[in-house]
Nanobody, 126 residues
Framework: QEQLVESGGGLVQPGGSLRLSCVFSEFTVDPGAIGWFRQVPGKEREGVACIGESNTVTKYKDSVKGRFISSRDDAKTTAYLQMNNLKPEDSAVYYC???????????????????WGQGTQVTVSS
């Protein structure tokens, strides 16, 4: 059964960096799309980044452009979200998600994905 497992969250000071990892396993074929989402209590989950196979296409939420970098290494069945210059408003539970297909126009939307990880907490605070 397909599984996604995130890691790398934690507590970091404003301006600091974290790298999240998402290991995807038991997929018959590599996911067409990997998405990164985040959610804070009382708010809807929002897409922050998505990436197609072989790092061909990436998209980002406007508020993280220039700070977050999404990548994937299909040989290691792992996707990454490098988060730099973190701000308190970036604090959230971060999830990775996978889909067999990749539609760049929709890849920041939850409905694009079938498989979800359990989430990892990121807290940005001094």
């Amino acid at each position: 059964q397909e599984q996604l497992v995130e890691s790398g969250g934690g507590l970091v000071q404003p301006g600091g960096s974290l790298r999240l990892s998402c290991v995807f396993s038991e997929f018959t074929v590599d996911p067409g799309a990997i998405g990164w989402f985040r959610q804070v209590p009382g708010k809807e989950r929002e897409g922050v980044a998505c990436i197609g196979e072989s790092n061909t296409v990436t998209k980002y939420k406007d508020s993280v452009k220039g700070r977050f970098i999404s990548s994937r290494d299909d040989a290691k069945t792992t996707a990454y979200l490098q988060m730099n210059n973190l701000k308190p408003e970036d604090s959230a539970v971060y999830y990775c998600a996978a889909s067999p297909l990749f539609y760049s126009d929709y890849c920041l939307g939850e409905n694009h994905y079938i498989y979800w990880g359990q989430g990892t907490q990121v807290t940005v605070s001094s």
